[in-house]
Nanobody
Framework: VQLVESGGGLVQAGGSLRLSCAAS????????MAWYRQRPGRQREELVA?????????YVADSVMGRFTISRDNAENTVYLQMNSLKPEDTDVYYC?????????????WGQGTQVTVSS
């Protein structure tokens, strides 16, 4: 399974960005996908997660509650992260992750990461 993220960049505080993660190479439906972020020297943080069969998120971190939303296009095997009301502390490298076989998150597959920088 290959995961390719896009949509990162530089935005001012209070602005919005939408990240995309396109999955390819799997012959089976992906069970769940999630977004994480991490910077050097800091622990990886799980942000939001959703299964491909449910309309509701299965996890939203307190740090992004009410600001970040995960959505998906199952037909395109693509998951999105809509980020609103961005803060400078949201500056990080963002990764998407896929759990193929309901083995639990984080799953085995990771994207390459996309940089998000929020200026004050």
């Amino acid at each position: 399974v290959q995961l390719v993220e896009s949509g990162g960049g530089l935005v001012q505080a209070g602005g919005s960005l939408r990240l995309s993660c396109a999955a390819s190479g799997s012959t089976f439906p992906i069970h769940a996908m999630a977004w994480y972020r991490q910077r050097p020297g800091r622990q990886r943080e799980e942000l939001v997660a959703a299964t491909t069969s449910s309309a509701a998120s299965i996890y939203v971190a307190d740090s992004v509650m009410g600001r970040f939303t995960i959505s998906r296009d199952n037909a395109e095997n693509t998951v999105y992260l809509q980020m609103n009301s961005l803060k400078p502390e949201d500056t990080d490298v963002y990764y998407c992750n896929a759990d193929l076989n309901d083995s639990g998150l984080p799953g085995e597959y990771w994207g390459q990461g996309t940089q998000v920088t929020v200026s004050s």
